[in-house]
């Protein structure tokens, strides 16, 4: 079955930076975008980035242009989410998720999901 695995939450420091994964398996993803959703405490589960397996191009929320990038490892079957300069209220549980629809930043159109992974930024 399909599984997406994410690892390398924690706690930082604002200002410090972060790599999460995201190993997936269990099909081919070659017509799918990954995207990374996170949702804080009492909140709703918002769009971080999106990026598709074929092409690479990427999409990304206004609240985290020009400090996290996405990327993706074909051969590992992997995405990655480098942040930088995090903040306090980047503090959310990250989910890695797969969508083959073209709306990528639309959490309901995503077909599969990970377990989540914590990131708590300290201030």
């Known amino acids: 079955q399909v599984q997406l695995v994410e690892s390398g939450g924690g706690l930082v420091q604002a200002g410090g930076s972060l790599r999460l994964s995201c190993a997936a398996s269990g099909r081919t993803f070659s017509g799918y975008a990954m995207g990374w959703f996170r949702q804080a405490p009492g909140k709703e589960r918002e769009f971080v980035a999106a990026i598709r397996w074929s092409g690479g191009s990427t999409a990304y929320a206004d609240s985290v242009k020009g400090r996290f990038t996405i990327s993706r490892d074909n051969a590992k079957n992997t995405v990655y989410l480098q942040m930088n300069s995090l903040k306090p209220e980047d503090t959310a549980v990250y989910y890695c998720?797969?969508?083959?629809?073209?709306?990528?930043?639309?959490?309901?159109?995503?077909?599969?999901w990970g377990q989540g992974t914590q990131v708590t930024v300290s201030s």
């Open positions: 998720a797969a969508t083959n629809r073209p709306v990528v930043i639309i959490s309901g159109n995503y077909n599969y």
